[in-house]
């Protein structure tokens, strides 16, 4: 939805303590503290049988706070979703799949959409500068 230039990448580990960390930093130090809990929708989703003991590790860069926090969720949602794939069974998989589709699309599925580079002759992408012959 938000996610333009950010970029995340979760590790998810297991077994594990059910540590959370972004950058090095703990998932509760997160800011703007109001977006926090965009970031944990994954995990409130599941509840805590679903993760208890999974470790994840989140890398994130580039963007701004907002898309940097709509990249953390999505992250942790597909990084769930592949572990339990791997690890667990294929039809626990397809319930978290579903679970997160159901919720909302885009925890899964990326926004293609992206700012369209300046071109010459204008202001912006688009718009042309206007000319006048008289």
Do not use: C, W
Not at 53 to 70: A, C, L, T
Not at 75 to 81: D, F, M, N, P
Not at 93 to 99: G, N, T
Request: hydrophobic share 40%; no cysteine; charged share 30%.
């Amino acid at each position: 939805m938000f996610q333009k230039t950010s970029i995340a990448v979760a590790v998810v580990k297991g077994p594990g303590n059910g540590f959370i960390r972004i950058n090095g930093m703990p998932l509760d130090l997160i800011e703007p503290e109001l977006l926090k809990f965009k970031a944990f929708e994954p995990l409130l989703l599941l509840g805590q049988v679903g993760f208890g003991d999974i470790d994840i590790r989140i890398r994130v860069k580039g963007g701004g706070h907002i898309s940097q926090i709509y990249a953390i969720r999505q992250a942790i949602a597909r990084g769930l979703v592949k572990y339990f794939e791997k690890f667990v069974s294929e039809t626990k998989k397809s319930e978290i799949r579903d679970i997160f589709i159901n919720f909302d699309r885009s925890i899964l599925i990326g926004d293609s959409r992206s700012t369209e580079p300046k071109k010459a002759g204008g202001r912006g992408a688009r718009s042309r500068y206007q000319k006048s012959y008289r």
